[in-house]
């Protein structure tokens, strides 16, 4: 069992930055997939970003050249850069890892309980 804990998050104007991190709690395997997800208000929940235990990464089209993904593997925490953001930005923020390599799939097991982005224009 995995537990994902999510912090930073906030407000700020468009073409700000924020940064987002995520702890994993319980035991972590050798090989996971681990990744940034986004909700706003009467939309689906959309991938953001995702990153391998190898490092690899993989970014949504929108957030491409202004988000970065990245983890420290030596504290479990997940991190997401977010630049330049943008009104459509705006979205309930989630953490999601699941167990072996992300092979371009989106799919996840365990999820925070998300942190609130909020960019005015």
């Known amino acids: 069992q995995v537990q994902l804990v999510e912090s930073g998050g906030g407000s700020v104007q468009s073409g700000g930055s924020l940064g987002l991190s995520c702890t994993a709690y319980?035991?972590?395997?050798?090989?996971?997939?681990m990744g940034w997800f986004r909700q706003a208000p009467g939309k689906e929940r959309e991938g953001v970003a995702l990153i391998d235990s190898d490092s690899s990464t993989r970014y949504a089209d929108p957030v491409k050249g202004r988000f970065t993904i990245s983890q420290d593997n030596a504290s479990n925490t997940l991190y997401l850069q977010m630049n330049s953001l943008k009104p459509e930005d705006t979205a309930m923020y989630y953490c999601a890892a699941r167990y072996g390599y992300c092979s371009g799939s989106w799919s996840m097991n365990y999820w925070g309980q998300g942190t609130q982005v909020t960019v005015s224009s």
């Open positions: 319980g035991y972590m395997y050798s090989s996971y997939c």
